[in-house]
């Protein structure tokens, strides 16, 4: 908008929108399917998210997303980000619904702050000692959570740098390793209570 590109401005507002189409679609074949009675698709929630990234790898690999590491072309780009985006929603939202919207994957901001808080709960005990040790242990998942991003992060920059586009090929592995998961363990019944119980105890 300050560029005075009024198209390009209202197009990359609705990016967003694809994160959150993302979230409400697993919402749908999880929550939803949940309330209802009836056994969550965790498989094909994490199996759409693989096929946005796999996409992302081949449309790139192929040249429909522009040489790896152009400045920014929405004829090229707004593609790209409405699959990310919606590979995002999905997995932010597969997990929160697995955690009991205990855990965050895609963003740290309200990870860290739940960090910085709790470090003041467990340093200036106001509270009954079960509650500190409760949250000790969060504390610990909170701690591993931003580790893990970080490494995460950095396994990515590093493969998107050796390999470009294909390097999202790292990404869409470990989701279809997630599939084969949803498909031998999540469909069981009790799987999200029993996964709420193990996160409630670090």
């Known amino acids: 908008f300050a560029q005075g590109n009024i198209g390009h401005?209202?197009?990359?507002?609705?990016v967003p929108l694809f994160f959150l189409g993302g979230s409400m679609l697993s919402g749908l074949l999880i929550e939803r399917r949940e309330l209802q009675g009836r056994v969550p698709q965790y498989g094909l929630a994490v199996g759409i998210e693989f096929a946005c990234l796999a996409g992302v790898?081949?449309?790139g690999w192929l040249g429909y997303f522009g040489p790896w590491g152009e400045?920014?072309?929405?004829?090229?780009?707004?593609?790209l980000l409405a699959l990310l985006c919606t590979a995002m929603g999905i997995q932010n939202a597969?997990?929160?619904?697995?955690?009991?919207?205990?855990v965050r994957t895609t963003h740290l901001t309200g990870i860290t702050t739940d960090l910085g808080v709790g470090i003041v709960r467990v340093l200036f005990p106001e509270r009954r000692p079960e509650f500190i040790?409760?949250?000790r242990r969060f504390n610990r998942l909170r701690c591993g959570i931003l580790v893990f991003f970080v490494l995460g992060s950095a396994c990515g920059a590093v493969a998107c740098s050796e390999f470009g586009y294909l390097g999202f090929l790292l990404p869409a592995t470990i989701a279809l390793y997630a599939i084969v998961a949803a498909l031998k363990v999540w469909q069981k019944p009790g799987f999200r209570q029993s996964l709420e119980v193990l996160i409630s105890r670090g």
Do not use: K
């Open 9 to 14: 401005g209202f197009a990359m507002l609705t």
């Open 57 to 59: 790898a081949l449309g």
């Open 71 to 79: 400045p920014l072309a929405l004829r090229h780009d707004y593609a």
């Open 94 to 102: 597969v997990v929160t619904s697995v955690s009991g919207s205990v």
């Open 133 to 135: 040790d409760r949250e």
